[in-house]
């Protein structure tokens, strides 16, 4: 779901990794420009979605998606996403 978010997103979100090589339990984008990137993690939290930040020597965002996350929460994040590019892009 969250792929498939950055993948409709027409270059909003940017995913590090080609689709064949992607992560299924990191899934690691960067967004035009860090200023977005901070205003994304900053609304991100106040929408109860925290550790999006990503690795401190890289930058960009990251969305783990470990064993214990149900579905639902990639379902939240990926909706976030849409609603995030539609206010901001």
């Not at 900053?42 to 020597?57: D, F, M, T, Y």
Request: aromatic share 10%; net charge positive; with cysteine.
């Amino acid at each position: 779901m969250i792929y498939m978010a950055i993948d409709e997103s027409k270059g909003f979100y940017r995913p590090y990794a080609q689709k064949e090589c992607r992560s299924r339990i990191n899934v690691v984008f960067r967004m035009r420009s860090e200023e977005l990137e901070d205003q994304f993690v900053k609304e991100a939290k106040q929408n109860g979605l925290v550790g999006l930040k990503g690795h401190s020597s890289i930058g960009g965002l990251r969305a783990s998606l470990y064993n214990a996350k149900p579905v639902e929460s990639a379902r939240v994040l990926a909706n976030f996403m849409r609603d995030f590019q539609q206010a901001n892009g």
